[in-house]
Each structure stands twice: as C-alpha cells, then as structure tokens.
C-alpha cells in the first residue's frame, strides 16, 4: 500500500467533507494546529469508510496511515486518526507500548487526549498486570497531557470494575490531587465522580481525609454527586 497517497486521498475527502465554503482555523498559542472544522460524524465516517474498504489490510499499511495522519498539521487529522485507530477494536488491544508513547507526545488538547485514552483504557484491559505500569510513567511526565491521559485510560478501564483498576486509579489521583491547572483539576473531579458509582464509600473517605488538598471544585461536585447523583446537586430544568 502507498500509505503518502492514501494519507493524500483522505485529506483530500476530509476537506471536501467539510464543504465549499469552510474558513480554516489557525493555529494559535493554545491550539497549536490548524483546524478545518470537520464535524466528529464525518470524520467517523472517513474511518469507517477506510476499515471498510481495507479489512484485510496489514497492522503496517492501517498504522501507516494512522501515523501520517498523526503528523499532519491539522487538529481533523489527528481525529481522523484517532478515528481510525477506533475502527479496528479487535487489533487495538495488540499493539505494543511504543505506539502510544510515540503518539502522546502529539496530544495538543483535551479532546484528542481523552480520545486516545478512551482507547487506552481496553489496551489496559487486555493485560492488566503488563500494562497499568504504564500508567505511572505518564503521571510522571511533566506534560499536562500525558497526566491526564493517564487518568483518562485509567478511568475508561476502571468501568469495567476490576479489582485493580480502581486502586491504581486512586493512586493516580494521588500524584496530582493538588494540581490546580483547571483541565486537571476537571480530570481528577470526573475520575473521583465515576469511582464513585461503583465504590462510593472509598470516593467519601478519599476525599474526606485530603481536603486540605483537594481543589474546593473537586471537593464540592464530588460530594454533590454522591448526595444527589448530579455534579452540580441540582437537576436541569
């Protein structure tokens, strides 16, 4: 397979799936990639469409391509390829660390990091005695990324409800319980919320005894989730 022009083929469908008319986005200090503007549908249907027509297609032509798209300069296309590396479940489990430590340092904000740690979460799954110890590698890692993208596929795998998920995953939320960059912070709230609908009492005590730590946020949507069920203690009208 020539992975340059089927990485060429599906720009080119990305940006003709965006329309006519689109207004690129530029790059800016936050956001620093370009942006077409490609709905999340179409780019699933972009992958989709790929698996479809090439389901027998080796793990080095489909990683190929999720590689060059990775590279691209644009925030559609690391979509794009988060969304193909989802449209192949059964081979994802597979892949060996490396690929995910290449592609972290590629994570530019926290849609593309909880994307690829909503897949990280079933690699976790598949050996998770081998693999969790990853985890601490990325909490580690001075990047804002990499520290939540721990959280994250730590936190996907932890609805499983594993006997070790959940404890790692509290140990996690250890490291950087005091962190107060609002996208963690955020993360930490989200992670002790979804603990807490399978072990409510752990989630109580946790925060109970670090509330000298704990940002006020996280302190005050856990609670009211584990009184009421609802982050903000009030249902919507």
Do not use: C
Request: proline share 8%; charged share 25%.
């Amino acid at each position: 397979m020539d992975i340059q022009a089927e990485y060429a083929l599906l720009l080119n469908r990305l940006i003709a799936g965006v329309g006519p008319g689109h207004r690129v986005a530029p790059p800016t200090p936050d956001l620093p990639l370009k942006s077409y503007g490609l709905p999340t549908a179409e780019s699933r249907g972009l992958a989709k469409a790929w698996r479809d027509a090439h389901k027998d297609a080796p793990d080095a032509d489909w990683l190929g391509l999720v590689d060059a798209l990775w590279a691209g300069d644009s925030m559609d296309e690391r979509h794009l390829a988060l969304e193909l590396l989802n449209a192949y479940p059964r081979r994802l489990p597979t892949l060996p660390w490396e690929h995910f430590d290449r592609w972290r340092p590629g994570l530019v904000d926290w849609s593309t990091t909880d994307h690829l740690g909503y897949l990280l979460g079933p690699w976790l799954l598949a050996d998770l005695a081998g693999r969790t110890p990853h985890l601490d590698t990325l909490i580690a890692a001075p990047d804002l990324w990499s520290r939540r993208l721990a959280l994250v596929g730590a936190l996907i795998a932890s609805r499983e409800d594993g006997a070790l998920i959940p404890d790692r995953l509290f140990s996690l939320l250890d490291r950087v319980q005091a962190e107060r960059e609002p996208l963690m912070v955020k993360a930490v709230s989200w992670a002790l919320r979804e603990l807490s609908k399978h072990h409510p009492d752990r989630v109580a005590a946790y925060v109970d005894q670090r509330r000298s730590t704990l940002p006020a946020l996280v302190i005050r949507e856990v609670n009211h989730k584990l009184r009421t069920g609802l982050k903000s203690g009030r249902p919507k009208r």
